[in-house]
T-cell receptor, first 113, second 114 residues
């Protein structure tokens, strides 16, 4: 069964304290790994897509990397406004020629001032 | 910018009522999706549609149906709402370009079934 596991479930950082979130996956036929940010009571906001092992994407204080088994979301010198739940999802074949996303349960990041 | 809108942010319904959740996207996307999100369970796919009048079951379709009469609109229907369908419902849309696809989400509808 295809699995996406995010760790830790929750992470509390001080402002400026860099860290990483992990997303490990056991899927066959990966066709993309996605990172989303979700604020309380809102829909997920797209951050990055990674398609190949070794690929990296950056946006402001965030950097996403991908290996054959996992992805990391590195947060450099975080600010309180980076506090959110970060979701990882993998795109896999859903029978026939259609694809679907399978999501991890998310990491709740809190950055204290 | 991609815009996905959902008809209601909050909805309160009674057990047994028929409930319609509407989703509209303005980017001419072929694919549309309905998810529900529950604490500890994450986002789970209910149904998706890759073309007008086409639909495919996701991971948890029981108790739900969908309708896609126009490309921009995808409706989720709860034929007879039950308390275990209390949840946050999220709609998303996407298009495929050179084998790459990104899903964009709406703001969500928080449904309470009493």
């Amino acid at each position: 069964e295809d699995q996406v596991t995010q760790s830790p479930e929750a992470l509390r950082l001080q402002e400026g304290e860099s860290s990483s979130l992990n997303c490990s996956y056991t899927v066959s036929g990966l066709r993309g790994l996605f990172w989303y940010r979700q604020d309380p009571g809102k829909g997920p906001e797209f951050l990055f897509t990674l398609y190949s092992a070794g690929e990296e994407k950056e946006k402001e204080r965030l950097k996403a990397t991908l290996t054959k088994k996992e992805s990391f979301l590195h947060i450099t010198a975080p600010k309180p406004e980076d506090s959110a739940t970060y979701l990882c999802a993998v795109r896999i074949l859903s029978g026939g020629s259609n694809y679907k996303l399978t999501f991890g349960k998310g990491t709740l990041l809190t950055v204290n001032p | 910018d991609v815009k996905v809108t959902q008809s209601s942010r909050y909805l309160v319904k009674r057990t047994g009522e028929k409930v319609f959740l509407e989703c509209v996207q303005d980017m001419d996307h072929e694919n549309m999706f309905w998810y529900r999100q529950d604490p500890g369970l994450g986002l789970r796919l209910i149904y998706f549609s890759y073309d007008v009048k086409m639909k495919e079951k996701g991971d948890i379709p029981e108790g739900y149906s969908v309708s896609r009469e126009k490309k921009e609109r995808f409706s989720l229907i709860l034929e007879s709402a039950s308390t275990n369908q209390t949840s946050m419902y999220l709609c998303a849309s996407s298009f495929l370009e050179r084998k790459k696809e990104t899903q964009y989400f709406g703001p969500g509808t928080r449904l309470l079934v009493l």
